[in-house]
């Protein structure tokens, strides 16, 4: 039933580690999203994918890398981690309207 | 750059109204959503204004004015279940992508 889903829900990790989150939705939307939430609950767009296709990508550090095998999921990786890339990462779905729909995060700590 | 303001915690009592501010100042506007997160959960979505003008559902109605960068959420009839996080986002590309604002919350007492 679970329309937006990712793995894992947290993470804690030492700096300098490689670490990767999933997502997959089952909606059939073209689009997905990756945000980051920090401390003050402050929401900000990282990447978004068109049917496996690049459309948006903010400035984020290049340590950061999203891939889509196929347009019902989206990955991120992130390497050598450091202490201010803790935060709860959302994936997010859309498909032609405006809503987007949201995963339950991923709660990443770095140590 | 881009900035989206709004006041950061209102605290109200069951049963009544709140009011919740958004005003805006990006590069593009197609839009502007409201968010509700409740602590520990996921952004879920409330609504949409296109259009200049007032849209309701339910017990929640959200305005927008595109001359003056501002709209506003609604929300009455208070219940306790929506003490959460209120974040309006402006659509601001033909993308979809939304930029958020930094969110305000609300608590409910009995």
């Known amino acids: 039933d679970t329309a937006v889903s990712q793995t894992p829900k947290y993470l804690v990790t030492q700096m300098g580690n490689d670490k990767s989150i999933k997502c997959e939705q089952n909606l059939g939307h073209d689009t997905m999203y990756w945000y980051k939430q920090d401390s003050k609950k402050f929401l900000k767009i990282m990447f978004s994918?068109?049917?496996?296709?690049?459309?948006i990508n903010e400035t984020v550090p290049n340590r950061f890398s999203p891939k889509s095998p196929d347009k019902a999921h989206l990955n991120l990786h992130i390497n050598s981690l450091e202490l201010g890339d803790s935060a709860v990462y959302f994936c997010a779905s859309a498909g032609t309207s405006f809503e987007q729909f949201f995963g339950p995060g991923t709660r990443l700590t770095v140590l | 750059g881009q900035s989206l303001e709004q006041p950061s915690e209102v605290t109200a009592v069951e049963g009544a109204i709140v009011q919740i501010n958004c005003t805006y100042q990006t590069s593009g506007f197609y839009g502007l959503s409201w968010y509700q997160q409740h602590d520990g959960g996921a952004p879920t979505f409330l609504s949409y204004?296109?259009?200049?003008g007032l849209e309701e559902t339910g017990r929640f109605s959200s305005f927008l004015s595109r001359s003056d960068s501002y709209g506003y959420l609604l929300l009455q009839e208070l219940q306790m279940k929506d003490s959460a996080s209120y974040f309006c986002?402006?659509?601001?590309?033909?993308?979809?992508?939304?930029?958020f604002g930094k969110g305000n919350q609300v608590v409910v007492i009995p």
């Open positions: 994918y068109n049917n496996k296709e690049l459309i």
């Open positions: 204004n296109a259009l200049d």
């Open positions: 986002a402006v659509r601001d590309d033909g993308n979809n992508r939304l930029a």
